[in-house]
């Protein structure tokens, strides 16, 4: 296991009063499979082409655009063509997973940390089911799942999306960490006093920034780093 510790404390002392754990989905549970983003996000091209009418070099245009102003594309669907959101997930997210490996060991070294595990993903919760599913972990080891529906379409990074969840959750920020991929979104939960768990991608949007203060550990090992903080490592 490769842990790059930014604190000098190990994960078994620095997560000794964490009791509520709060994973990121896609990237994070697993890595992406070569070209399934690349999948998702043509397909997210297609669904505005299609509206639109519009050719696919234009429908990326408003596709990057609604992101950049929205920080979520399918806001701006919503906002400005009266897109109905599920629509809109149900349709990029309609893409293979078989690519993604079944990891039921992360499950389990998920299931045996104390407290609450939630799972808080920009994406909607059919998605996040099957993912879990073809991940071969039950769903039912997560105390909630907070998806971009059930935060009223804020993403990750607004504060406006961690504000719904601390509120739902209702605990301390400094007994909460969170496990993400996007280095950005790291960022709020720092500031809240979360414990920062970085998963490193080659993703360079995700991680920019991934240098600062907000990032408490990094792993490539999620398995591995959870089982250190049970001490089942040993
Ligand atoms: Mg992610």
């Known amino acids: 296991m490769k ?19 709060i994973f990121d989905l896609d990237n994070t549970l697993y890595p992406y499979p070569p070209g399934l983003w690349a999948k998702i996000d043509g397909r997210m091209g297609a669904f505005i082409s299609d509206l639109l009418s519009v050719d696919v070099i234009e429908a990326r245009r408003v596709q990057k655009d609604y992101f950049l102003r929205y920080g979520l594309t399918v806001r701006g669907l919503m906002k400005h063509h009266g897109v109905e ?7 990029v997210h309609d893409v293979d997973l078989s690519d993604i490996a079944p990891n039921p060991a992360l499950g389990q070294a998920i299931d045996a940390l104390p407290g609450r595990k939630v799972i808080h993903t920009n994406s909607d919760k059919a998605h996040v089911a099957r993912v879990l599913t ?6 039912k080891i997560f105390a909630a799942i907070h998806d971009i529906q059930s935060t009223g379409f804020e993403p990750k990074p607004s504060p406006r999306a961690y504000d719904v969840v ?61 089982r250190s903080i049970t001490g089942e490592d040993r």
């Open 85 to 91: 959101a599920e629509d809109f997930l149900a349709y």
């Open 3 to 21: 842990v790059l510790a930014t604190q000098s404390i190990s994960p078994q002392t620095a997560f000794a009063d964490v009791d509520l754990w």
């Open 166 to 226: 601390a509120k739902a959750e209702g605990i301390a920020p400094t007994r909460a960490a969170m496990f993400e991929d996007a280095a950005r979104n790291l960022i709020e939960p720092h500031k809240r006093g979360m414990r920062t768990v970085l998963l490193p991608t080659a993703c360079d949007i995700a991680s920019a920034g991934k240098e600062g203060d907000h990032i408490h550990f990094v792993t490539d090992d999620l398995t591995g780093f959870l």
């Open 134 to 139: 073809r991940l071969g972990i039950d769903s």
